[in-house]
């Protein structure tokens, strides 16, 4: 196909623009794309601003409520103008308008990948219990019972190290 | 201060799995410490303390242990081209280099492992390593992660992972991308089409009109785009995959162009040599241009004797501020294109 804006070369770059929550798709040559560059720099910000626009289902009325964040202040407003959350614990007081857009922009919101020693706390060992159930049950399966008998013990230990942290939260 | 500007980064040494298309890899994990806001809203004396946190961090046993050695600079105390040279060699990002307030980067020495500290989060440690080396990086990315959490307090959720600034980054708060040279695919047109289609399996592309050099000279990088949901090893093997699939797609290319425009293809590698060796005047954005048919040429056996190696200095080597340093003055830009012509035909016909 040929490039959308000089209708001479062939198309190359497919560029997607964001513009007051407006999509639009061109397809450039090299030298176009270049040549718009200025114009076509990707700003977080206003593409989750853009995100922000989409009218909600039929039904349901739009609502402006202005909620902050208890430990820093910020509002989901802020948030929307410059893209930037304040502190970690805005996560949690704008979670209700947050949780929405995270699962829009990463397709999930529950974290599946590494949890740190420390900060993750007990997760990290229910984690372990999880992955050692998984495995007991297939030992099982096998009918390997004596790997399958050190695995549960494994299990009872980190059951009770949960228990002595206090009931496993 | 021990920055040592001279010293190619370690990425820089060309070799590797598919280095012969895939010039780095580098997996980057954002962090935060607890009970602190984002760098964003941050005053001076809380940026000094996450400053001084990390550097406490950096001297424990446990993570010289995990990663050796770590040294942190303020970029208060490195000059303009001191810090834009740390930018030129992919080590710290444009913003922190011109970012106001205290901020610093933790190197070491080999330059594979990196720290920028209140960035647009508090610390984005960097791995970066030569050629496709993915898991590498993020070996050596988790050890020095698990060092530097024994010592911090991260800001961690159960439901969202590490919590990071912007939400487009949180949970595994894990960037892992790679740089590759595809002059063929851009060649026979294939480029486009082939990396609007990576869009849509969540691999972000640039470098069609990127950012700064990565735009010319016929690279492109490729990175995870989803954060939260997927394993870090899930996110790495998917990239790891695009990665090989990408440079066996050039290779690919790079046959057909062999069979079929042999003698344009062997004429633009030479003609590009030729100019590279005997210019008197070259903006970085032409030498950029030139050394990707050369490396092309290099890579395709084409032309001999010149090591890969000493392509990726001349890529970092011919940006403004490593050739005003190498100089030991500021320059004009033409001086710079003079200088740079010089430099190039020393090295190369060297
Ligand atoms: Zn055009
Ligand atoms: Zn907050």
Same mark, same amino acid.
């Given at each position: 196909?040929?490039?959308?804006?000089?209708?001479?070369?062939?198309?190359?770059?497919?560029?997607?623009?964001?513009?007051?929550? &407006?999509?639009? !798709?061109?397809?450039?040559?090299?030298?176009?794309?270049?040549?718009?560059?200025? #114009?076509?720099?990707?700003?977080?910000?206003?593409? =989750?601003?853009?995100?922000?626009?989409?009218?909600?289902?039929?039904?349901?009325?739009?609502?402006?409520?202005? &909620?902050?964040?208890? !430990?820093?202040?910020?509002?989901? !407003?802020?948030?929307? #103008?410059?893209? /930037? =959350?304040?502190?970690?614990?805005?996560?949690?007081?704008?979670?209700?308008?947050?949780?929405?857009?995270?699962?829009?922009?990463?397709?999930?919101?529950?974290? /599946?990948?590494? %949890?740190?020693?420390?900060?993750?706390?007990?997760?990290?060992? +229910?984690?372990?219990?999880?992955? =050692?159930?998984?495995?007991?049950?297939?030992?099982? !399966?096998?009918?390997?019972?004596?790997?399958?008998?050190? %695995? +549960?013990?494994?299990?009872? &230990?980190? &059951?009770?190290? =949960?228990?002595? #942290?206090?009931?496993?939260q | 201060m021990s920055l040592n500007l001279e010293r190619n980064s370690k990425w820089m040494e060309g070799s590797g799995p598919q280095a012969d298309i895939v010039i780095s890899s580098r997996i980057r994990l954002a962090r935060n410490l607890k009970g602190m806001p984002f760098p964003n809203l941050m005053n001076e004396a809380q940026e000094a303390k996450v400053i001084q946190l990390v550097g406490q961090a950096i001297r424990t046993p446990g993570v010289f242990q995990a990663v050796g050695e770590l040294k942190l600079m303020p970029l208060r105390e490195l000059s303009p081209v001191e810090r834009q040279i740390l930018v030129e060699k992919h080590l710290i990002s444009p913003d922190l280099a011109e970012g106001k307030g205290e901020k610093a980067v933790v190197l070491r020495d080999d330059e594979a492992l990196s720290i920028m500290v209140n960035e647009e989060d508090h610390l984005r440690l960097q791995c970066l390593l030569p050629a496709l080396m993915l898991h590498e990086a993020w070996r050596l990315a988790d050890a020095a992660d698990d060092a530097l959490e024994s010592e911090l307090d991260y800001a961690f959720d159960q439901d969202k992972g590490y919590l990071t600034a912007c939400p487009t980054n949180v949970g595994t708060g894990l960037r892992a991308s790679t740089m590759l040279h595809l002059p063929a695919l851009v060649l026979t047109r294939q480029a486009g089409e082939i990396l609007t289609a990576l869009t849509k399996v969540g691999v972000a592309v640039r470098g069609l009109y990127g950012e700064g050099t990565e735009a010319q000279g016929n690279i492109f990088q490729v990175s995870n785009q989803i954060t939260l949901g997927r394993s870090e090893e899930e996110i790495i093997n998917n990239l790891s995959a695009v990665t090989v699939r990408l440079a066996d797609q050039e290779r690919e290319a790079r046959e057909?162009?062999?069979?079929?425009?042999?003698?344009?293809?062997?004429? *633009?590698?030479? *003609?590009?040599?030729?100019?590279?060796? @005997?210019?008197?005047?070259?903006?970085?954005?032409?030498?950029?241009?030139?050394?990707?048919?050369?490396?092309?040429?290099?890579?395709?056996?084409?032309?001999?004797?010149?090591? $890969?190696?000493?392509? @990726?200095?001349?890529?970092?080597?011919? $940006?403004?501020?490593?050739? $005003?340093?190498?100089?030991?003055?500021?320059?004009?830009?033409?001086?710079?294109?003079?200088?740079?012509?010089?430099?190039?035909?020393?090295l190369l016909a060297g």
């Open positions: 196909m040929l490039c959308e804006r000089c209708q001479q070369r062939p198309a190359s770059v497919h560029v997607t623009r964001i513009i007051n929550g &407006e999509k639009t !798709e061109l397809y450039l040559c090299q030298e176009c794309a270049r040549d718009m560059q200025p #114009q076509l720099n990707f700003s977080i910000p206003k593409f =989750l601003a853009g995100l922000f626009d989409y009218e909600p289902g039929p039904g349901i009325k739009t609502q402006t409520i202005v &909620e902050h964040c208890r !430990e820093c202040g910020m509002s989901y !407003e802020q948030f929307q #103008q410059t893209g /930037r =959350l304040g502190c970690p614990a805005c996560y949690h007081y704008l979670a209700g308008r947050l949780e929405p857009l995270i699962r829009r922009i990463q397709g999930s919101s529950q974290h /599946r990948g590494k %949890v740190p020693r420390r900060a993750g706390g007990n997760l990290r060992v +229910r984690r372990e219990i999880e992955k =050692l159930r998984a495995q007991l049950q297939q030992l099982v !399966e096998q009918e390997e019972f004596e790997k399958a008998a050190q %695995v +549960r013990d494994r299990i009872r &230990e980190l &059951e009770n190290s =949960l228990g002595e #942290q206090g009931g496993g | 057909l162009l062999r069979k079929q425009s042999r003698w344009q293809l062997e004429d *633009r590698v030479g *003609r590009a040599y030729g100019l590279l060796t @005997n210019a008197r005047i070259l903006s970085s954005q032409e030498a950029l241009q030139l050394l990707s048919d050369v490396r092309l040429g290099v890579e395709m056996k084409i032309l001999r004797g010149i090591d $890969q190696r000493l392509i @990726n200095q001349l890529m970092v080597r011919i $940006q403004p501020a490593y050739l $005003q340093f190498a100089a030991g003055r500021e320059m004009t830009p033409f001086e710079r294109d003079v200088h740079r012509a010089a430099m190039v035909r020393e």
